[in-house]
């Protein structure tokens, strides 16, 4: 198994480097400055989005929207943000309905007063080709699109986008997003790391995880006490839960095509108990539910009838569907009539969600890459218990230390949330009251998080 991943790893790292030195002299990035989007307020700092070509044989497009910092971007590290699914966009998710600048509200566009791109410059991707505006003009890639080429694409993109904007490459570099980006990350990470062995180019510093997917049965089975403690199931379902048929059997099971009538009844009765007025991604949250809970269709398959949002994804969809925006974004539809926030072609290989990632993100602490991973304590698909227990054994695993004791953090005169942190190096943060996009639901909150972790600094411990 070892082997086999790292020769999957070099034999990455030589595609990449044979496409890269076909594609070696600099760009200009003139041609993807964005003059203004339709109803978008004055701002000072700088806009790009359009295309990077990550196989020329195959035609295979990523795109990218990128918003240079506030304010002083050339002392500003380069933030990578991914989003989840797999198969949903980071441009209409995270762009433009989590820490991006901007929020579509009608026909015009409002600040994000809690935009990450105060601290830093965000770079957002839409990964893997098929999902928002990226593509591929062989519809046939589109069939069985894995983690490892996914990976793949994601470090000849990172390469090229350097080779179009060169003023960046010796940036401070993080990486950070949710979700199934716990499983996108974490292996980008690791080819970083393993390229610059042979080529030292990325200066990466440190991945932030949001509620990620790391060790599939520990994070989903994890959802059985989460609902039982916070009164959603009974005691009676709870056993069940827990005994019959617990959460990755029936998830495996599903994506197998051989769901067993006992996983069929257990979860029949989960649902019936907690609800479908109920948003599984924010316990707390009213039905009116967020856009970006249409990550849903991947995470929990048995809810994709009821990941409909009736509030903010009407406003994504309509602004990203204009003409006008679309033209303004460099952006175009290839193979698709619509942009939708989850892809409606990508055919993505699910058993992927069995494979650990919480291994490599031990590897990234061992090569000395410091490692956030952060829970919205309202989530109960990628429980914020599941994420606790995988960074505790992590740390016992590495010989790791606690050196910030779990205690609570501050934002103003609120409790932010709480916190450990283990050998200085990896750390565990909750964020009070967020989703499982905790940009969107605890904006300020997040803001103060990611700016400590950017800054190197701990969580404040008084207000």
Known sequence: ??????????????????????????????????????????VTFEQFSGYITVD????????????????????????????????????????????GPFRPSGRVLVRNEYSWNKEANMLYLETPA???????????????????????????????????????????????????????????????????????????????????????ATDFNSRAEYFWSHGLISDSTYNIFTTTCNYSRYVSE??????????SKVMSQVTRETSRFVDKYDVTLDVCISSVLSQSKILNPQQVKEAVDV???????????????QEALHARLNGVTRWTVCSSVLEYDLLNLEIPTINLVGSLVKSGIPVLVYSGDQDSVIPLTGSRTLLHKLAHELGLNTTVPYRVWFEGQ???????????????????????????SQPERSLRLFRAFLQGRPLPETF
């Open 1 to 42: 198994m070892r082997n086999s991943l790292w020769n999957a790893i070099v034999m990455a790292v030589a595609l990449v480097q044979l496409s890269y030195s076909m594609d070696s002299e600099p760009q200009l990035s003139i041609g993807d400055k964005i003059t203004k989007l339709p109803g978008q307020p004055n």
């Open 56 to 99: 020329e044989r195959k035609q295979r497009f990523l795109y990218y929207y990128f918003a240079e910092a506030e304010l002083d971007p050339l002392s500003k590290p380069l933030v990578l943000w991914l989003n989840g699914g797999p198969g949903c966009s980071s441009v209409g998710v995270g762009a433009f309905s989590e820490n």
């Open 130 to 216: 098929g999902v928002g505006f990226s593509y591929s003009m062989d519809s046939s890639f589109y069939e069985n699109v894995d983690d490892k080429l996914t990976a793949r694409d994601n470090l000849v993109f990172l390469l090229r986008w350097f080779s179009k904007f060169p003023q960046y490459k010796d940036r401070e570099l993080y990486i950070a997003g949710e979700s199934y980006a716990g499983h996108y990350i974490p292996q980008l990470a690791n080819l970083i790391v393993q390229y610059n062995k042979k080529e030292r180019t990325f200066n990466l510093k440190g991945i932030a995880l949001g509620n990620p997917v790391l060790e599939f």
């Open 254 to 263: 599903y994506y197998r095509g051989s769901l067993s009538s006992v996983c």
């Open 311 to 325: 509030c903010v994804e009407d406003e994504t969809l309509n602004f990203l569907n204009r003409k006008d925006v």
């Open 414 to 440: 609120q409790v932010g949330g709480w916190t450990q942190v283990y050998g200085n190096i990896l750390t565990f943060a909750t964020i009070r009251g967020a989703a499982h996009e905790a940009p969107f």
